[in-house]
């Protein structure tokens, strides 16, 4: 093994511009990384290409020299699904940015892979329409790395995820050949083939284009603000707002550790002592949501609130959310580093793996806040650690690692919506048994038969699974005896 | 419910009895969609109708797991006890279909457009493939991005890739109240008409177009119905509560002609250059058209308009049915009935006639 880089450059710069190529040391450090930035590697070279032919002759010759490509959207990923290969090329799509078209009448909009999320909305403005996905990164991360994590958001459980709003993609093989998955209509022929790209970390192919859904923009957005003195009555109240046959356009819950995180980041008037928060959004038409806002009050104070409170105005609606969107900052500013997991849960579950999560807080020594997308049951626990002193980030790692046991063993799954990138390549071991996993291998053949796309990602091998499986299975006792597996 | 079965360890033996035998399969639910797809051989039959029972139903975490054999009329009975529904409001045709069925072929009812289809909505299966091995892909909660999405990737594949054992389902609450609407024009300018009232957030949940007549569903309370009426110049529909049910099974008149019947999904404003009469569904984006032209040209027709087209009943059943694919992409479904059904057990030629 052992390509070198200054050949390899200058094979690339004989088919795209110069500043295209990075291969100098010191200008490959920035792409070390993506958002989880505890873990870093150097790629042999980063590509920048502008258009979508350059993307086909780098795939092309990758492909013909047997070298390994990852593919990198805005870099704001938090599994690492971007880390670079060491041996490999990173492929950045960043340049690939315009919007190609929006159609008003059909509300689609066609665009690139690097345009940013929020840019999709921005755009699609002007035509009364926005793009619903919005991951809390919306200002940073772009549609192409959306897709190929099947990004989330605070508004899932109404509008659902990536998968729910794309319609089509263009995709480029690892050897150069353009494809359309998807169709312009509601449905496509043959094999559902766009399930298997949206979420599939790049690596099945390469996005370049994208038809995403537009929706009107609603009339009118309002949000309650309901106060507990007990997470646990917080969870029912979730339940409760479900039961009723409400379907909020967002329900989101923080912890009291959270909460005053975001309040003393944001001052967005979180009352401070609080055991849990529940923010509830409801959209439409002005009397349906001033109906439906009053009934959601009403559910909350039933179900066991301390205190409701609805925006007075769209400055206090902003203000109230500002605090739930900056959580992740916010709990930054608490600990020098802090470890963002990505379970989902059964939501009938949450009591009880918040409580187990508080006691392991205390067994490792290390504060947790929880964010929680109370609607469709992403949990989103923040571990607080230092990474200067010796130990604590492996630490923070084995807790992270045993929530997400946790949240497998409740029924739930190890990431709703990050990823698993390099991160939980080895709770992927927990939820799933070896044929499900030689199936996932097996489809990765069927398009990238030499693996060159993002090797070693996402899907453990059998070996590192029998490996993990060994480090813990302590004594032949699994982790968490006392729950029902599923 | 009394019949409630666990088969699958009967099942797992059927396809290793098969698999030592060579011989291949027709998978079978109730078989309300036997019409639909590709002509099969001389395949046994295995019913898989008799694995049926509602798993578990929890309405606040607005999911249902169901045995595949399971009829949708229980499911539908069970979430309507509870005021929830199947968003993606599935098709009985013949009055009868299971909830395994109703995945594996694809098809969604009049509220597509507002509620999702079948791979929307799917959260999660137990498969039986075509080696014999059980596994399980996605699960019980909305959000799940660990591993490729096996799981919806079982919609639509009429049955080619595996048994559906247990499939996890999202469901909605089902709305309170919802009534119709005749729009009086021709079928372009109430097509237009319907898209405005989309782009301005009206509770559209189905529509119906053909020839000179056309309808709306619409979910909300009766005041708010009135102001929509005035506002865009409506009328009551004096019709059955029945229609879009009859629309939804293909009970409507309009689905009586004995000629062949197709399926065209396009964009909803694609105009196309077609005399014949298209009744239409999902503001324009499914067209149901009786032809007697030829099928390249019906196909070049609407491939033109970056959509695709079916030949839903009738007509020559050998050869395409559903629309002709790239080579390459052809390649990559050959490659994955490879990796679910390496000995071509399940419902060979069902799809396309390559796999």
Known sequence: MGIDRQSLAAEFLNMLPSDCVIYREEELIPFECDGLSAYRKVPLIVLLPYTTEQVE?????????????????????????????????????????????????????????????????????????????????????????????????????????????????????????????????????????????????????????????????????????????????????????????????????????????????????????????????????????????MRVRQILLDSGAREVRTAEDETERMRFWAGRKNAFPAVGRLAPDYYCMDGTIPRNQLGKVLTMIGEMSEKYGLPCANVFHAGDGNLHPLILYDA????????????????????????????????????????????????????????????????????????????????????HVHAGKLRFPELERF | MSGDQDQSSQLQANIKDAIAEGSSLRLMGSGSKDFYGRELGQQRVLDLSGNRGIVSYEPTELVITARGGTPLDEIEAALEANGQMLPFEPPHFDGKGTIGGAIAAG????????????????????????????????????KNVAGYDISRLMAGAMGTLGILLEVSIKVLPKPAEEHTLIIDRDQHSATRLIGQMIAESQPLTASYSLADKQAIRLACNHQRLAAIRQKYGLQESTESSGFWQQLRDHKHDFFQQPKTLWRLSLKPTTPLELTEACLQEW?????????????????????????????????????????????????????????????????????????
């Open chain 1, 57 to 293: 002759q780098v795939l092309k010759h990758c492909h013909e020299k047997q070298i390994p490509v990852v593919a990198r959207g805005a870099g704001t990923g938090l599994s690492g699904g971007a880390l670079p290969h060491e041996q490999g090329v990173l492929l950045s799509l960043a340049r690939l940015n315009k919007i190609i078209e929006i159609d008003q009448d059909n509300r689609l909009a066609c665009v690139q892979p690097g345009v940013r999320n929020l840019a999709v909305s921005e755009a699609a403005k002007a035509y009364g329409l926005y793009y619903a996905p919005d991951p809390s990164s919306q200002i940073a991360c772009s549609i192409g790395g959306n897709v190929a994590e099947n990004a989330g958001g605070v508004h899932c459980l109404k509008y659902g995820l990536t998968l729910h709003n794309v319609l089509q993609v263009t995709l480029i093989t690892i050897d150069g050949e353009r494809l359309t998955i998807g169709a312009n209509g509601l449905d496509a022929p043959g094999l559902d083939l766009l399930t298997l790209i949206t979420g599939s970390e790049g690596m099945l192919g390469l996005v370049v284009e994208v038809v995403v859904k537009l929706l009107p923009i609603p009339e009118r957005q309002q949000v309650a603000l309901a106060a507990f003195d007990d997470v646990e009555i917080a969870g029912k109240a979730v339940a409760e707002i479900i039961a009723k046959g409400i379907l909020p356009a967002g329900l989101e819950m923080m912890d009291n550790l959270s909460l005053r995180a975001a309040e003393d980041f944001v001052h967005a008037g979180y009352p401070t002592d609080a055991a849990a928060i529940l923010l509830c959004e409801v959209d439409g038409s002005e009397d349906e949501v001033s109906e439906e806002i």
């Open chain 1, 388 to 471: 200067n002193n010796e130990g604590e980030l492996e630490k923070a790692e084995e807790f992270g690692g045993e929530i997400l046991e946790l949240c497998v063993a409740v029924g739930g799954t190890i990431t709703g919506e990050h990823g698993v990138g390099v991160e939980k390549i080895n709770q992927m071991c927990a939820q799933f048994p070896d044929p499900e996993l030689e199936t996932f291998h097996a489809v990765k053949a069927v398009f990238d038969p030499q693996n060159l796309l993002n090797p070693g990602k996402a899907i453990p091998t059998l070996a590192r699974c029998a490996e993990f499986g060994a480090m």
């Open chain 2, 107 to 142: 098809l969604s009812g009049p509220r597509r457009p507002w509620g999702g289809s079948p791979r929307d909505l799917l959260l999660g299966i137990k498969l039986l493939d075509g080696q014999g091995r059980i596994m399980s892909f996605g699960g019980q909660v909305m």
């Open chain 2, 283 to 355: 503001s324009g984006g499914l067209r149901w058209l009786y032809s007697e032209r030829p099928e390249t040209e019906i196909r070049s027709l609407v491939e033109r308009q970056g959509g695709h087209a079916v030949q839903f009943r009738n007509g020559d059943r050998s050869g395409d049915i559903f629309h002709p694919l790239h080579p390459r992409i052809l390649g990559i479904q050959q490659g994955l009935k490879a990796v679910f059904d390496p000995h071509g057990l399940f419902n060979p030629g069902r799809h396309y006639s390559d796999y």
